[in-house]
Nanobody, 122 residues
Framework: QVDLVESGGGLVQAGDSLRLSCAASEGSFSRYAVGWFRQAPGKEREFVATISWKDDSRDYLDSVKGRFTISRDNSENAVYLQMNSLKPEDTAVYYC???????????????WGQGTQVAVSS
């Protein structure tokens, strides 16, 4: 069992940066892949980024490549999503999730956090 808690969301202007954190409040996800997903109002949840536990390989949604960076610190039991050059279309609730393998598919992740709101004004 892994309980995940996201933090770091907020209201920013276009071009600003935010760093989201995903912490395991119970358990350890050092041997889990971790993914970030987001859901905008009226839209389906979509994949944003993922990092494996085996070799730290990463995968990103095309629209965030070069702007977002996912990283993990197993000593802190945390995963981060650094978001730079934010755009209004990045506005969404962001969720972190943990599972046995990296994937763009949400069903591959067994554990989910409650989400943190990111709002980007133009």
């Amino acid at each position: 069992q892994v309980d995940l808690v996201e933090s770091g969301g907020g209201l920013v202007q276009a071009g600003d940066s935010l760093r989201l954190s995903c912490a395991a409040s119970e358990g350890s996800f050092s041997r889990y892949a971790v993914g970030w997903f987001r859901q905008a109002p009226g839209k389906e949840r979509e994949f944003v980024a993922t990092i494996s536990w085996k070799d730290d390989s990463r995968d990103y949604l095309d629209s965030v490549k070069g702007r977002f960076t996912i990283s993990r610190d197993n000593s802190e039991n945390a995963v981060y999503l650094q978001m730079n050059s934010l755009k209004p279309e990045d506005t969404a609730v962001y969720y972190c999730a943990a599972g046995p393998r990296s994937s763009r598919w949400s069903y591959q992740y067994a554990y989910w956090g409650q989400g943190t709101q990111v709002a980007v004004s133009s």
